[in-house]
Nanobody
């Protein structure tokens, strides 16, 4: 059983939009902070956004502020990442990850996240 499954990636032109989805199963989704990371070719995986378990706190990397929006629907065990005004440098594999909220220390370390998806490719190119 895959704990997290992403979908919604694809090829889009610069300035375009995509909506990524991440559906959880096999764990108490509503007690986990949800995050999106991305891994560009030749670069380390980086944190893009985090949303707390009950959606009261959000964090965005400076590179995506004002363009990306993270959200969640706990009734559907699903987290989302809306990507607007996409740039070629947004290209990469996007992963969702889950960190148990009561134990989360607030850092961006990948070790904080217990569950990971398999990733979905986002390519921004004309």
């Amino acid at each position: 059983q895959v704990p997290l499954a992403e979908s919604g990636g694809g090829l889009v032109q610069p300035g375009g939009s995509l909506r990524l989805s991440c559906t959880g199963s096999g764990f108490a989704f509503s007690t986990y902070n949800m995050a999106w990371f991305r891994e560009a070719p030749g670069k380390e995986r980086e944190l893009v956004a985090i949303l707390s378990d009950i959606a009261t706190q959000r964090y965005y990397a400076d590179s995506v502020k004002g363009r990306f929006t993270i959200s969640r629907d706990n009734a559907r065990n699903t987290a989302y990442l809306q990507l607007n005004s996409l740039k070629p440098e947004d290209t990469g594999v996007y992963f969702c990850a889950a960190a148990y909220a009561p134990k989360y220390t607030g850092g961006s370390s990948q070790s904080e996240f217990e569950y990971w998806g398999q990733g979905t490719q986002v390519t921004v190119s004309s």
